[in-house]
């Protein structure tokens, strides 16, 4: 017994050690003092407490639900409780969404006991199919978008999933009226952010005041559970947890980011100056203090998984350097900051230990652990440098889904519930024949196939070898939208059609109905329809909607906002289109991007705008914004990606006159080029509709995409050096 005792070396294993002895030998205060000493008692906390523990009823779960577990954390907790109980159920919950993988349910995935069952939380009809056919009497709650990154960009995500989700299982709770333990799983990030110099952590009674999308999200879904179990007695208990790292974490959080990208050789990006600070807990500790509040956890009551022990973002990094021998000075990269980073969350951890937990696993040996698994699994989720990006948002796509082999499916099929309720293991959807028919992960639908954008976007996608089909409807006919969506199942939507007028705007003056039709009714159908189809709606847009005014002076500086009311509406064009923007803002699957003055290195085009000045007889000379095609339309894909969504002022930063660019066709393409300058009012005098001209403020686009260069350097690079090297081969010719 002595040596046995030995072993014992912490609290909770003393606990379960003497629970096991418990019929057989009565345990009073005594024998505990005398068996395991003082320093046992320093951490438990007093001996009655002890005794109370010991009496307190444990709980037994027969058939658990637990959602999410095709995720990180859980899928820890879903393959320890596999391990440890075999005599329990436990039922699977997950859409499969982009960070999810199903083999991080490998281990369990041939119990008897474990089955698998791919379908979303906000199905009520699958959940309460499930609780009642599974005969559920536990709920271990997961299931969350998770990435705060993201949550800056669809927040919407975040109150589908975590909030109406939560919801959805809370509500079949009471319908079914079978549950005797909800736990539900929340973050330490609902306490918002703590001082840098406070000393006492956040204790579980602290207000909850969250600052960003998710941690607001999972502050809501709290308010529910909460409230569910006042207002119908559903047993709740919530967890609020520091961050979580090890094996199986999709790499877009901080720690598998860093080992992939130091294992590529890639510099580690660091959001700010690094000295946010960050609590840390390895995944198995994290799964045991599940394991705990499972057994013990008291109803009703709210459990931190804290840890004490705090680390600077910085200082991960450099830890990260020190595994990898690599040099911080050279690899460590400062990159723009989140919108909005908390410096600290710092956990009052005594509630849990008292009821018998505490890490066991230090950081180094964590951290070592955590790295050999990544070298050893370098290809667990398939190709995953879109979330090693400094900011990555390209992966949250509403319908990507993750296979089995780590591939995606951008099918958003509904939930799939097993057929046969008995039936163990994994249910997901299977092909229906052994033909691969798989989607790729990307498929585009362009609309303005004539165009000069449709048209350069759809090479684009042809070079990087994304499929796409252009949309063969016309945006004012509904019916016509709808069959291309559904022939082509795109997973985005591009508009790049629209009235612009020929062989100016001053066409639409006298058009105005045709304008209206493709412009306003046009848009907005194909907005509607993708919305329909949870489509997300990349759209050109125009910045032509805004004129210097006293508050954006010319030569200011202060450019236009993307949340500024348009203040021109001089021609009917800008009219339509700033109408039609401001109706978009309705649709949160629409991603407005405001073109100016669009600038492509083919010169011969007319659309062109350097072409068009270069070719009239007079010039006007304002500074302008303008956009550099060749920079900014792989950008547009790649926000496509990022789901990216809202006004997007897309030009590059900063301004460039008539003069100015006029200059530099001079000086690079044609050293005989002379033109002739005229003032605004001269210009009027062979215009029919003013024309608008304004500063755009940059700063959004350029903090999404932070190598994005300045109007004038774009156009050197993208424009008048390659048109530059091509007369010099032409002229040698
Ligand atoms: N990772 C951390 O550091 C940390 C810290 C504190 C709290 N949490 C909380 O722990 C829980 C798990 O976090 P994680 O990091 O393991 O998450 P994760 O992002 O790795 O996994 C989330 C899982 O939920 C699934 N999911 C999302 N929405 C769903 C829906 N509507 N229906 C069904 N399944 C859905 C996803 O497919 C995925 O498998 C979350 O609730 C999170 O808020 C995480």
């Known amino acids: ?14 606990v379960q050690h003497v629970c096991q002895l418990y019929d057989k030998v009565v345990v009073g205060s005594h024998i505990l003092l005398r068996r395991s000493g003082v320093a046992c008692f320093k951490v438990i906390g007093s001996v009655s407490y002890v005794r109370n523990l010991l009496v307190m009823a444990s709980y037994t779960p027969k058939n658990i639900l637990i959602t999410g577990a095709a995720g990180f954390i859980a899928s820890h907790v879903c393959n320890r409780l596999i391990r440890n109980y075999p005599d329990y159920k436990i039922v699977v919950l997950d859409k499969l969404d982009y960070c999810s993988n199903l083999k991080n349910l490998l281990p369990s995935r041939s119990s008897p006991n474990f089955k698998f069952v791919k379908g979303d939380i906000g199905s009520a009809d699958l959940v309460n199919f499930l609780l009642i056919t599974e005969s559920i009497d536990t709920i271990m709650h997961f299931a969350a978008q998770t990435h705060v990154d993201n949550s800056f960009g669809n927040s919407f995500e975040f109150t589908k999933n975590n909030i109406y989700g939560t919801h ?69 208990i919530t ?15 901080l720690i ?18 690094g000295s946010n600070v960050r609590s840390y807990l390895y ?7 599940f394991e705990l509040i499972l057994h013990k956890g008291e109803v009703g009551h709210v459990y931190n998984i804290g840890t004490k022990k705090e680390r600077r973002v910085i200082d991960v990094a450099k830890d990260m350097c020190k595994l990898f021998n690599l040099d911080p000075d050279t690899v460590i990269k400062f990159v723009d900051n989140r919108p909005f980073n908390d410096q600290r969350y710092f956990l009052d951890d005594q509630k849990l230990k008292i009821l018998g937990w505490s890490e066991r696993t230090t950081w180094e040996e964590g951290l070592k652990k955590t790295m050999e698994w990544y070298i050893s699994n370098p290809d667990w989720w398939g190709d995953v440098s879109g979330a090693l990006l400094p900011h990555p948002r390209m992966l949250m796509m509403p319908g990507i889904e993750r296979h089995f082999d780590g591939s995606e499916d951008g099918n958003s099929t509904s939930s799939n519930a097993s057929s046969n309720p008995s039936q163990s293991q994994m249910v997901v959807p299977v092909p229906r024949s052994n033909v691969s028919i798989q989607k790729p992960s990307l498929k585009f639908l362009i609309y303005g196939r004539t165009g000069w954008i449709g048209g350069l976007l759809g090479k684009i996608c042809e070079k990087q070898g994304i499929p796409f089909e252009y949309g063969r409807g016309r945006l004012e006919e509904r019916s016509q ?12 939507v591009f508009n790049a059609s629209g009235v612009t007028g020929r062989p100016n705007v001053d066409w639409c003056e006298s058009h105005k109905a045709e304008t209206i039709r493709t412009n306003v009714a046009g848009t907005l159908n194909l907005a509607d329809v993708c919305r329909e189809h949870d489509l997300l709606m990349m759209n050109f847009a125009t910045g032509c909607i805004f004129e210097y005014d006293a508050a954006h002076p010319l030569g200011s500086g202060i450019g236009f906002k993307e949340e500024d009311t348009p203040n021109f509406t001089g021609s009917f064009y800008s009219k339509t289109k700033a109408m039609v923007e401001e109706l978009l803002k309705e649709y949160e699957n629409v991603c407005t991007l405001r073109v100016r003055m669009p600038i492509s290195s083919d010169l011969g085009n007319p659309r062109n705008f350097i072409t068009k000045i270069g070719r009239y007889n007079k010039v006007v ?6 956009t550099i095609l060749d920079e900014l339309l792989p950008i547009s894909i790649e926000m496509a990606k990022r789901n990216c969504r809202g006004i997007w002022n897309f030009t590059n930063p900063g301004v460039v006159s008539h003069n100015e660019i006029l200059e530099m066709y001079k000086n690079y393409i044609n050293p005989n080029f002379s033109w002739v300058n005229f003032t605004l009012e001269e210009q009027a005098k062979v215009i029919v509709a003013p024309r608008s001209n304004n500063e755009l403020d940059a700063s959004k686009i350029k903090r999404e995409f932070p190598d994005l260069l300045s109007i004038k350097e774009s156009l050197i690079k993208y424009v008048f050096e390659p048109n530059k090297k091509n007369c010099a081969g032409e002229g040698s010719n």
């Open 1 to 14: 017994m002595k040596t046995h005792l030995k072993r014992i070396s912490w609290c909770w294993e003393l």
């Open 168 to 236: 959805v299982l809370l509500e079949a709770c009471k319908v079914t009226g079978q549950i005797r333990r909800f736990i539900h799983v929340s973050t330490d990030e609902v306490y918002g952010e703590t001082d840098e110099d406070a000393v006492v952590g956040n204790h579980e009674a602290s207000q909850l005041l969250p600052t960003n999308p998710y941690s607001a999200t999972k502050a809501g879904a709290e308010m529910l559970v909460m409230a569910y179990g006042r207002s119908y007695g559903l047993p709740v």
């Open 239 to 253: 967890t609020r947890g520091n961050n979580v790292y090890g094996p199986n974490q999709f790499p877009e959080k």
């Open 256 to 273: 598998p980011k860093f080992i992939l990208l130091a294992m590529r050789g890639k510099p580690l990006p660091i959001h700010g100056d």
């Open 283 to 289: 995944c198995e500790d994290v799964a045991e203090a």
């Open 481 to 492: 939208l709808l069959a291309d969506i559904l022939n082509v199942k795109p997973t985005h």
């Open 621 to 626: 000379n304002i500074p302008n914004s303008m």
